[in-house]
């Protein structure tokens, strides 16, 4: 089942119809149904919610009712989660960039499960959290995906072992492996180079006596409902991604011989469908640029500061539902701020908007739940921040029991 904007006449375009003045709007059964989806096409595999794409409260409550958990990067997104009611069993330490201080801070908050890339990294949490277990981050290169996360986290696959030995004599818990295929992942075969990766390593820390016990498969499950930097829907291959997981699941098991926990941390994927912006525009404008050309401008009260930070890398769907059909110009889009930064490329990201706009029209946003409100400045320019709303569920969440890794089993064979 591939994952899907909201159609038009959804309870989110009701909500932007009716909204007097501008906000961030969610949908917290689209959430939900966006969850759902995963885990009956990834079942048995764990979620853990990368928070960090949606720190929002009511979004981390129904996602935890629904059994999720949280891949937090932080000792203040790991008291921000179990604030909302998500178990401190389903939430790790998933940075692999920490202080000591903030690693005895976890580990006194009671998380047990830390992520690491290098040696004096685990030498630090064996230090201030004694007895944890430490799930080591292998590298990726990120190909086929819009910001590949190549540089900044991960090891080889030879530091993995070193690392994770390195845990064990230090009396830590060597758990795991975790990938990364970089952020809005438009490809299968990054999952399939993924797995060869993890499947490496297994077994040469199997050759050392180190028997892990879990997966974590990590983000990059795209979104559906983004334009690229030239408005060109992107179309990422769901099927074929999911479909690719599992038959990684299947491969590492066969690779270890034994049952393994899976766990995955979609971020965008869940959220940025189901939220949106009801903006308004500022002013449409035409001038002439230095080369003779002449050109539009359209100016929005939300942009990079307040909303729509990764602009520099898509576009966002824009809907003006006073101007439904209108002859349209070509225009650069840009946000409200005194900041050159603040718009769409010059060159190849002008957007099609209705040469009759004018100031105070409303404008729909789609497809921007995600890391709206996490890169949302406190007001620079004086723009304030977008106030939040959140559409209630009414979904019944079912009964969950308590969780922990080792008693997660994947059922890397089962139905989809």
């Known amino acids: 089942m591939t994952a899907t904007t909201p159609p038009p006449g959804s309870r989110l375009h009701r909500a932007?119809?009716?909204?007097?003045?501008?906000?961030?709007?969610?949908?917290?059964?689209g959430v939900e149904a966006a969850y759902a989806n995963?885990?009956?096409?990834?079942p048995g595999v764990s979620v853990r919610f990368a928070m960090k794409a949606c720190p929002v409260d009511e979004v981390l409550t129904c996602l935890a009712r629904r059994g999720s958990g949280v891949d937090a990067a932080s000792p203040q997104e790991i008291?921000?989660?179990?604030?909302?009611?998500?178990p401190v069993e389903r939430v790790h330490y998933g940075n692999t960039i920490k202080s000591d201080r903030d690693i005895a801070h976890a580990h006194r908050l009671g998380v047990r499960d830390f992520a690491t890339d290098s040696l004096e990294d685990v030498e630090a949490i064996a230090a201030h959290a004694p007895g944890a277990r430490v799930f080591c981050r292998l590298a990726t290169d990120g190909k086929g995906a819009l910001w590949g996360l190549s540089h900044k986290f991960g090891c080889s696959a030879g530091d993995a072992v070193r690392v994770l030995e390195r845990a064990r004599d230090l009396g830590l818990t060597p758990s795991g492996l975790s990938v990364h295929v970089g952020s809005q992942q438009m490809t299968a075969e990054a999952w399939d180079d993924a797995c060869d990766r993890l499947a490496d390593v297994l077994t040469a820390l199997d050759r050392r006596g180190i028997l892990l016990d879990h997966i974590n498969l990590g983000g990059g499950l795209p979104a559906a409902g983004y334009l690229d930097q030239w408005g060109t829907p992107l179309e990422p291959p769901l099927d074929e991604i999911f479909a690719a997981v599992r038959q990684g699941m299947r491969r590492l098991t066969r690779v270890a011989g034994r049952r393994l926990a899976f766990l995955i941390e979609p971020g965008r994927h869940l959220v940025a469908d189901h939220g949106a912006i009801r903006a308004h525009v500022l002013r449409l404008t035409s001038r002439e640029r230095q080369d003779g050309a002449r050109a539009h401008w359209l100016y929005l009260s939300c942009g990079k500061f307040n909303g729509l930070y990764e602009m520099d890398a898509l576009q966002y769907r824009?809907?003006?539902?006073?101007?439904?059909?209108?002859?349209?110009?070509s225009a650069v889009v840009a946000g409200p701020t005194c900041d050159s930064?603040?718009?769409?490329?010059?060159?190849?990201?002008?957007v099609e908007v209705p040469g009759a706009v004018a100031s105070g029209d409303p404008v729909w946003i789609l497809a921007s739940g995600a890391y709206a409100t996490s890169y949302m400045t406190r007001g620079f320019n004086g723009f304030s921040p977008l106030p939040l709303v959140c559409l209630p569920s009414d979904r019944v969440p079912p009964p969950r029991r308590p969780e922990r890794i080792d008693d997660v089993t994947a059922c890397a064979g089962g139905p989809r």
């Open 16 to 29: 932007l119809a009716d909204a007097p003045g501008d906000r961030l709007v969610y949908d917290l059964a």
């Open 38 to 42: 995963l885990v009956r096409e990834l």
């Open 79 to 86: 008291a921000h989660a179990l604030r909302t009611g998500v």
């Open 318 to 329: 824009l809907v003006f539902p006073t101007h439904l059909g209108a002859d349209a110009v």
């Open 341 to 350: 930064d603040d718009a769409y490329s010059h060159d190849h990201g002008l």
